[in-house]
């Protein structure tokens, strides 16, 4: 199988880890009234890790095993 031709599909969803510095902080925001569609930015780079939507999602599933 060639991999050069195969074509991987991106997860949605917040990223737990970011991938432009490796860091798991999240920049603080306030929740209340904010649309789903805010972005989620990493604290240390500043770098969109996903949206206020991803998030509300990740904790709905937090009983399940997350994945790295």
């Given at each position: 199988?060639?991999?050069?031709?195969?074509?991987?599909?991106?997860?949605?969803?917040?990223?737990?880890?970011?991938?432009?510095?490796?860091s798991l902080?999240?920049?603080?925001?306030?929740?209340?009234g904010?649309?789903?569609?805010?972005?989620?930015?990493?604290?240390?780079?500043?770098?969109?890790?996903?949206?206020?939507?991803?998030?509300?999602?990740?904790?709905?599933?937090?009983?399940?095993?997350?994945?790295?």
């Amino acid at each position: 199988m060639d991999l050069d031709q195969h074509h991987c599909q991106q997860r949605p969803g917040l990223k737990i880890v970011c991938e432009a510095c490796g860091s798991l902080a999240i920049k603080a925001i306030v929740l209340a009234g904010e649309p789903e569609l805010t972005k989620i930015h990493c604290r240390r780079c500043n770098a969109v890790r996903g949206t206020l939507a991803d998030l509300h999602d990740l904790a709905r599933r937090s009983a399940d095993v997350f994945e790295f």
